[in-house]
């Protein structure tokens, strides 16, 4: 079936860095969406993408639907520490359904 | 816009019991909505598709039976979890669809689900 590669698993971050995470596949997909999700919430739609080439911006976050329509990066510009969180990448194909990368934790350096 | 809501947000039953969680788009209509069951520190797993006016699809492996699932309004469809035991317990997300020029979900906050 369609898999999702979604890179990295997990990073540190300093606040002012910027962060950049990306996801793969072998499949071509339709669509691309970037969650955010908190401990012990639902995931929030960040940043949707329909288009191959599609560049979208939303605040300090930026991703790109890939020409290819088989990859997919957000970057994170200033963080924060509001940002710190799990982010999944989610395609969406022909029927429907999306499926999900196993998502980038991001935490704050100690 | 296109926000979800789940409810309850969590439940404690005793094992055997059954309990409903309903999910309820609120600014906007959903033909379908999707139950999600997430393990911790993990992705999320689809349950199974709910089709407003129809049957929902289930994903391959996961118990029609146990898991009953009415979509019976453009803005709510409920997850039953039937004679409910301890390896049930987990996080439960609905989302429901909405067409954009594209493909996208907007999930509801979960709901948490212990089974003693």
């Known amino acids: 079936g369609q898999q999702l590669n979604q890179s990295p698993q997990s990073m540190f971050i300093q606040e002012g860095e910027d962060v950049s995470m990306n996801c793969t596949s072998s499949?071509?997909?339709?669509?691309w969406l970037w969650y955010k999700q908190d401990p012990g919430e639902g995931p929030v739609l960040l940043i949707a993408?329909?288009?191959?080439?599609e560049l979208t911006s939303n605040g300090r976050l930026t991703a790109q639907f890939g020409i290819t329509r088989k990859d997919s990066f957000l970057n994170i510009s200033a963080s924060i520490p509001s940002d710190v969180g799990i982010y999944f990448c989610?395609?969406?194909?022909?029927?429907?359904?999306?499926?999900f990368g196993k998502g980038t934790k991001l935490s704050v350096k100690p | 816009g296109a926000v979800v809501s789940q409810h309850p947000s969590r439940v404690i039953c005793k094992s055997g019991t059954s309990v409903k969680i309903e999910c309820r788009s609120l600014?906007?209509?959903?033909?379908?909505m999707f139950w999600y069951r997430q393990f911790p520190k993990k992705s999320l797993m689809l349950m199974a598709t709910?089709?407003?006016?129809?049957?929902?699809?289930?994903e391959q492996g996961v118990e029609k039976d146990k898991f009953l699932i009415n979509h019976a309004s453009l803005t709510l469809s409920t997850l039953t979890v039937t004679s409910a035991h301890p390896e049930d317990s987990s996080f439960y997300i609905c989302?429901?669809?909405?067409?954009?020029?594209?493909?996208?979900?907007?999930f509801g906050p979960g709901t948490r689900l212990l089974v003693l």
């Open positions: 989302s429901a669809r909405w067409y954009r020029g594209g493909e996208t979900q907007y």
């Open positions: 499949s071509i997909f339709n669509t």
């Open positions: 993408l329909y288009k191959a080439g």
């Open positions: 989610a395609g969406g194909g022909s029927q429907g359904n999306l499926i």
């Open positions: 600014d906007f209509q959903a033909t379908t």
């Open positions: 709910s089709n407003e006016g129809s049957k929902a699809t289930y």
